[in-house]
T-cell receptor
Framework: GAVVSQHPSWVICKSGTSVKIECRSL??????MFWYRQFPKQSLMLMAT?????????EQGVEKDKFLINHASLTLSTLTVTSAHPEDSSFYIC????????????FGPGTRLTVT | GQNIDQPTEMTATEGAIVQINCTYQTSGFNGLFWYQQHAGEAPTFLSY??LDGLEEKGRFSSFLSRSKGYSYLLLKELQMKDSASYLC??????????WGAGTKLIIKP
């Protein structure tokens, strides 16, 4: 089946620094990728929809200048958390729209971000 | 607004059967999904229903009634490894996934 990878799987950074998370579709082309955030014991929260070659669409309440999304190719989308603060500590998960033969989104394994 | 409701937590016994319900109110409907998520991991796909009826896949089955805005996930022969959160999600008229808060399933020996 289709595989989505994320890198890094976990990262610890200091407050005020920036962190980049990569999401790759390994064996299919994904024109649309999604970025989610999940706090402990809560459900997934869609942050933004990333479209290859165009600007991302952000959900209400998500700061586009803080969470920079770049989808420069059909297999790679990146999320950069700029000027991170402890409240940005969360589990960040990306997913990709499936090939035409499937309906479900394919999820990456997630990235655990801890800001100290 | 759009809303998906599912119980917060359920407890069941190893070897038994459990049914997790999901009700939804969305602007349009283009399919309902069930995902399993273990703590600290990404969700994994379990099932997809777009037409009314029951879809069976091994120990797991999923049912959909579009007229009632209702679905359930049925897990049979429960195993300890089934302890996880189960997420119900619906694709609306814009093909955007709307997620439920998830049901934490606790399996006891």
């Amino acid at each position: 089946g289709a595989v989505v990878s994320q890198h890094p799987s976990w990262v610890i950074c200091k407050s005020g620094t920036s962190v980049k998370i990569e999401c790759r579709s390994l064996d299919f082309q994904a024109t649309t990728m999604f970025w989610y955030r999940q706090f402990p014991k809560q459900s997934l929260m869609l942050m933004a929809t990333s479209n290859e070659g165009s600007k991302a669409t952000y959900e209400q309440g998500v700061e586009k200048d803080k969470f920079l999304i770049n989808h420069a190719s059909l297999t790679l989308s990146t999320l950069t958390v700029t000027s991170a603060h402890p409240e940005d500590s969360s589990f960040y998960i990306c997913s990709a729209d499936p090939p035409q033969t499937a309906e479900e989104q394919y999820f990456g394994p997630g990235t655990r971000l801890t800001v100290t | 607004g759009q809303n998906i409701d599912q119980p917060t937590e359920m407890t069941a016994t190893e070897g038994a059967i459990v049914q997790i319900n999901c009700t939804y109110q969305t602007s349009g409907f283009n399919g309902l999904f069930w995902y399993q998520q273990h703590a600290g991991e990404a969700p994994t796909f379990l099932s997809y229903n777009v037409l009314d009826g029951l879809e069976e896949k091994g120990r797991f089955s999923s049912f959909l009634s579009r007229s009632k805005g209702y679905s359930y996930l049925l897990l049979k022969e429960l195993q300890m490894k089934d302890s996880a959160s189960y997420l119900c999600a619906v694709k609306d008229s814009n093909y955007q996934l709307i997620w439920g808060a998830g049901t934490k399933l606790i399996i006891k020996p």
